[in-house]
């Protein structure tokens, strides 16, 4: 004969859940017994440490190999995307040591690129201004022009506008923008007279950008529209970013010597 014997714990339940915060007690408890948790990660803690390296002494970073300093330059706010990814790896490593260093990255980038996250939008403004890279490749040019027209923009600078389209950009805004003039291949259109219209050199040997007078009503301003030169990696060459640098610095100094008081570059 088998005999079974149970204890009566007065509560009619033989086991009751732990409670969320012993429940946290029990983790941490767990976590402080495991010597492992501050030895795991090392390799994790150290790449937060050299993305952290990284931004800080980026504007250091020289050119002379690929133009690694301008690659950097181009590439640096999506440092970002390489926060996550440690955080889960530390997570998963279990590393207090990583979750640490991860603070680091985290709050450098926050104090270089914190800022521009908010929204930046204000109210008072009295112009509003659009640009737009039309694509030369375009295979609907007119509904384009009519997406730019729409965008209830007072200035608009178009990009990238191929010779055999021009007239198509030209009808299907004279509606709504009276004024324009276009220059090699950018343009721009204004509700508001447009004077003292001219190329911009910008080192390309044929025009990507120019330079208009708008006459507002709240008064002139001088607008430049510019298409700079794109950057390329190549194995040969690195980061070729001469010509775009080149193309900036002549615009740079075109705008500097500017007489109108109020310029936008578009």
């Not at 020289?62 to 996550?84: C, D, H, K, Q, Y």
């Amino acid at each position: 004969m088998v005999q079974a014997y149970g204890a009566d714990t007065g509560n009619g339940s033989a086991e009751q859940p732990q409670a969320g915060g012993s429940r946290f007690r029990s983790l941490l408890g767990r976590a402080a017994r495991d010597r492992g948790i501050w030895r795991r990660g090392i390799v994790l803690a150290l790449c937060s440490v050299v993305l952290t390296l990284v931004m800080v002494v980026h504007a250091q970073i020289p050119n002379r190999v690929g133009n690694l300093g301008s690659l950097v330059e181009t590439f640096l706010p999506w440092i970002a995307l390489f926060i996550p990814l440690l955080l889960i790896l530390a997570l998963l490593r279990r590393s207090a040591t990583a979750l640490i260093a991860l603070l680091l990255p985290a709050v450098v980038w926050l104090n270089i690129f914190g800022g521009l996250i908010t929204d930046k939008s204000g109210t008072g403004g009295d112009l509003t201004v659009a640009t737009h890279n039309v694509n030369a490749g375009n295979p609907d040019p007119a509904g384009t022009a009519q997406q730019v027209a729409g965008s209830g923009a007072d200035v608009v600078a178009l990009q990238e506008l191929p010779g055999g389209q021009v007239s198509t950009y030209e009808k299907s805004l004279a509606a709504r923008y009276p004024y324009h003039s276009v220059q090699g291949t950018v343009g721009l259109w204004s509700k508001y007279p447009l004077s003292n219209t001219r190329p911009v050199d910008i080192k390309m040997g044929w025009t990507r950008a120019m330079r208009s007078t708008v006459k507002a009503p709240q008064g002139e301003i001088a607008v430049y529209v510019a298409h700079l030169p794109s950057v390329r990696v190549k194995l040969h060459a690195g980061f070729t970013a001469n010509q775009r640098d080149n193309s900036a610095d002549a615009l740079g100094e075109a705008i500097a010597d500017e007489q109108v008081e109020r310029v936008v570059l578009l």
